[in-house]
């Protein structure tokens, strides 16, 4: 049963944080109209994540989204893993 709730967590984190990611974008797109100048280097991506301070919820979607999808890889190899192994001793 342990399983089974690791493997919906590392789902939720994969979810959230693709939700966040997504969200984060949007709102970049809307100030961007709304940006009166930028420098090259950082460019406009960097300088709307500084002017929306967004950089926190950017970051963490982005660790949902990796630390989820560790997970549930994870949790596939391994039922691969356990049916290989119960199918090898039958």
Do not use: C
């Not at 939720?12 to 009166?36: D, E, Q, R, W």
């Not at 500084?50 to 919820?57: A, Y």
């Amino acid at each position: 049963m342990d399983e089974k709730k690791l493997q919906i967590f590392g789902y939720v984190l994969f979810s959230s944080g693709t939700v966040l990611f997504g969200l984060m974008h949007l709102a970049i797109a809307l100030y961007i109209p709304k940006l009166n100048g930028w420098s090259d280097p950082p460019g406009k991506f960097e300088t709307v994540l500084n002017d929306i301070m967004g950089w926190v919820p950017y970051t963490l979607s982005l660790l949902f989204i990796l630390i989820g999808g560790f997970i549930v890889i994870f949790d596939i190899l391994q039922t691969k893993r356990i049916e290989k192994d119960n199918n090898f001793t039958n």
